[in-house]
């Protein structure tokens, strides 16, 4: 086995790194990665509040969840719902 260069996490940067990020491929410590899903702490906190699949890109303007492009509908150009809310309200118009 070959010497390999320590590389300190990429978050606290502080301890080393002993995992890649399967997201963002940070390299982070123990202390700043999820061992059950694979990811570090910054990507995990940044998941869709709805799938927990990817990364969320915007905000529900009634719920304020964060949520991921899969799980939003775009009303204009500006605001987003998510799809929970977004069939609450076709069924709450439609009666």
Known sequence: MGLR???KCEICEE???EYV???CKRNVCLDHFNLSNGICVVCNESLCELCREY???ETCIYCGKIICERCSVQLDTVR???LNCYYKSKHV???
Do not use: D, G
């Open 5 to 7: 260069k320590k590389i």
């Open 15 to 17: 301890n080393y790194a």
């Open 21 to 23: 990020c399967k997201i």
């Open 55 to 57: 990364l969320a890109t």
């Open 80 to 82: 987003y719902v998510c």
């Open 93 to 95: 118009s439609r009666t």
